[in-house]
């Protein structure tokens, strides 16, 4: 059996209390998981294309405010 469906299997014995608590947590750690990818993407250049293409738009006139 994998890690994966081991996970599986605990998350769903997880009485109704429990699961809200896993739940919040693993928000959490997911959110945090992302925000280390994008740091990690935006400080190795790999968003300088949208972002120069975000910066033409607005010049452009290709954008509205929100």
């Known amino acids: 059996m ?7 299997n605990a998350v769903q014995k ?3 209390n ?3 608590t896993f739940r919040n ?3 959490g750690f997911d959110a ?6 994008f740091e990690e993407d935006a400080a190795a250049g790999r968003l300088d294309v ?3 293409e975000a ?10 405010d929100l």
């Open 25 to 27: 947590w693993f928000l």
């Open 14 to 16: 997880l009485s109704r």
């Open 32 to 37: 945090s998981a992302w925000d280390k990818q």
């Open 18 to 20: 429990d699961l809200t």
């Open 2 to 8: 994998s890690t994966v469906s081991e996970i599986e």
């Open 50 to 52: 949208l972002a120069d």
């Open 55 to 64: 910066i033409r738009d607005l010049r452009e006139g290709r954008s509205t």
